[in-house]
T-cell receptor, first 112, second 115 residues
Framework: SQQGEEDPQALSIQEGENATMNCSYK?????LQWYRQNSGRGLVHLIL?????REKHSGRLRVTLDTSKKSSSLLITASRAADTASYFC????????????FGKGNQVVVIP | DGGITQSPKYLFRKEGQNVTLSCEQN?????MYWYRQDPGQGLRLIYY???????QKGDIAEGYSVSREKKESFPLTVTSAQKNPTAFYLC??????????????FGPGTRLTVL
């Protein structure tokens, strides 16, 4: 099955800095989604980018998708302590099957 | 965690016992999912259901069973055949459709520990 795979990073940054994390996948996709998980909690959907889109913004989030390289990046600008969490990318193949394949996640710590 | 509840939050089980994890949603979603999360391994799909009275195995279904008798409910049973059940279990739901541009909504999770 397809898999989204983040670069396995633990990122530690100062409040106000930007945080960038990457995701690569192996097969063709319908869309790619990013989720956030606070420690010990469920995942929260952040943003979805379709396979025919190259860039998408939502507040302080910017997602890019390069289908030729099978990769995506998530940028969080002007980070805040509340952004401390794990971030997962997930890929969907579509075709009526709503399954998502999740990567292993990136842990981000924002130091106040 | 919007509209999806999981219970209990913490569950302890003795070896050889079956346990059932509850998942309920009031989002009127057709599709529901069960994931297992282990440290450093991300989420792995156990079972999913796209409609009432139908479900399919995910990537790691062995040792687990589910039912989908009602749209709102998708309980997961961890059987004694599951050799390493200690993990964090997450339930999710989504809409369905041929477009499949469907985000998943997650519950708060159940942490299962085998003693």
């Amino acid at each position: 099955s397809q898999q989204g795979e983040e670069d396995p990073q633990a990122l530690s940054i100062q409040e106000g800095e930007n945080a960038t994390m990457n995701c690569s996948y192996k097969t063709s996709i319908n869309n790619l989604q990013w989720y956030r998980q606070n420690s010990g909690r469920g995942l929260v959907h952040l943003i979805l980018i379709r396979s025919n889109e190259r860039e998408k913004h939502s507040g302080r989030l910017r997602v890019t998708l390069d289908t030729s390289k099978k990769s995506s990046s998530l940028l969080i600008t002007a980070s805040r302590a509340a952004d401390t969490a794990s971030y997962f990318c997930a890929t969907a193949r579509g075709g009526g099957n709503n399954r998502l394949a999740f990567g292993k996640g990136n842990q981000v710590v924002v130091i106040p | 965690d919007g509209g999806i509840t999981q219970s209990p939050k913490y569950l302890f089980r003795k070896e050889g016992q079956n346990v059932t994890l509850s998942c309920e949603q009031n989002l009127n979603h057709d599709a529901m999912y069960w994931y297992r999360q282990d440290p450093g391994q991300g989420l792995r799909l156990i079972y999913y259901s796209q409609i009432v009275n139908d479900f399919q195995k995910g990537d790691i279904a062995e040792g687990y069973s589910v039912s989908r008798e009602k749209k709102e409910s998708f309980p997961l049973t961890v059987t004694s055949a599951q050799k390493n059940p200690t993990a964090f279990y997450l339930c999710a739901s989504s809409t369905t459709g041929t477009a499949a541009y469907n985000e998943q909504f997650f519950g708060p999770g159940t942490r299962l520990t085998v003693l």
